[in-house]
């Protein structure tokens, strides 16, 4: 079977299918004891990321549960500045640290060895395309140089970016630097899981949201745009979705703008809108994660009402942002089911 075969594929193609194929962001995950399970035997976070062996089987333990049309390479958007030894490390409750980066820290970057250190990371692509059943589509993905410099220059997560915010206005060049640099090792990064195995991968622009206009055309379309046309450069195949969470009104031309074939859609993205951009290609999303962890009627009710806007269309079922830690794996079946339209 051909990757042309895949439904995802197709999808991203321009195809409409019904119903609609489905993935989740996040769907390996702690919601999954399985995955609890793997991860306690990894150690840290990274090791699990740099196992081949053992990314593998968290990546393929949700396909193995729920049979998803696409299976997303288990990594983190954060190996790549932990490549450019930024002392990334999960702390258990307080989500990523690294080490704050500054102007004269930007200029420093010296990316010869990151797909080196990256190498565990295709390898893992290769077994998990090796193991996967034919029909499902393989995805790799990477951070987009926004959302990953917000971490490298916070050095953890912040509620709304102000430390990166702050540092673009006061470092205009070396903020620049430090998007150019990610822009293109990103490219790199995703021309390698390509060539490994991925046929397609997502661009994840999380943190996209907090940023005004002028800001939003310099800082989240022009690095994702600069990605996806050294990508298509080299691999003219390659399929790419963008993610931009909370981009809201700017998504209008976000699709157009960066090239992407397909654009994720959150969950804050008002559905009639969200009809008017499928007209222009396909589309991902949008369910709220919290519909998995409510369950019942909130869950059937945020299901129907994607597939019946958008059900008519180019559509990849997907939640708007990762499935969390509190979503009972059962809602997840339902989910699935519903989707397919089996419990309709
Ligand atoms: O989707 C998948 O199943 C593939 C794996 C994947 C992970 N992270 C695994 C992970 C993907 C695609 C990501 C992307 C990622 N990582 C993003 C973009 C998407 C998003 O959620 O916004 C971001 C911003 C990160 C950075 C990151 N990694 C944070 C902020 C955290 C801590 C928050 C948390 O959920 O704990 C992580 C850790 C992380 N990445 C976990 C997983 C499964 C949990 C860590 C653990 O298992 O201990």
Not at 25 to 35: S, V, W
Not at 168 to 177: D, I, L, M, Q, V
């Amino acid at each position: 079977m051909s990757a042309k075969s895949r439904k995802i594929v197709d999808v991203l193609n321009g195809k409409t299918i019904s119903p609609p194929p489905l993935w989740l962001m996040r769907q390996a995950g702690r919601y999954l004891p399985e995955y609890r399970a793997t991860r306690a035997e990894a150690g840290s976070f990274l090791d699990l990321c740099y196992s081949p062996e053992l990314a593998t089987e968290v990546t393929l333990q949700p396909i193995r549960r729920y049979g998803f049309d696409a299976a997303i390479l288990f990594s983190d958007i954060l190996v790549i500045p932990d490549a450019l030894k930024r002392n990334v490390r999960f702390e258990e409750g307080h989500g990523p640290r690294l080490d704050p980066i500054d102007a004269d820290g930007i200029l420093k970057l010296d990316g010869k060895d990151v797909l080196k250190h990256l190498q565990p990371v295709m390898e893992a692509v290769g077994r998990i395309r090796g193991a996967l059943p034919e029909e499902t589509t393989l995805l790799g993905f990477c951070g987009a140089p926004w959302t990953v410099a917000t971490y490298m220059i916070a050095g953890h997560g912040t509620p709304d970016q102000a430390p990166a915010r702050l540092f673009a206005y006061r470092e205009p060049k070396a903020f620049a630097h430090l998007l150019d640099t990610l822009a293109e090792l990103s490219a790199d990064y995703l021309v390698a899981q390509i060539d490994a195995g991925a046929d397609a991968v997502q661009i994840f622009d999380s943190w996209a949201g907090v940023l005004g206009e002028k800001e939003f055309s310099e800082f989240a379309i022009k690095p994702v745009r600069k990605i996806i046309d050294s990508v298509k450069a080299r691999r003219p195949q390659a399929k790419i979705i963008a993610f931009a969470k909370g981009a809201g009104l700017f998504l209008k031309t976000y699709r157009q703008a960066t090239r992407a074939d397909a654009i994720g859609l959150d969950w804050s993205v008002p559905l009639a809108f969200a009809a008017e951009l499928q007209k222009d290609g396909p589309v991902q999303g949008n369910l709220d994660p919290m519909r998995v962890v409510a369950g019942g009627a909130a869950l059937d009710e945020g299901i129907d009402a994607i597939l019946q806007a958008l059900g008519n269309g180019p559509l990849i079922f997907n939640l708007g942002h990762g499935i969390t830690p509190q979503a009972d794996p059962e809602h997840v079946t339902r989910l699935v089911a519903r989707v397919r339209g089996e419990n309709r």
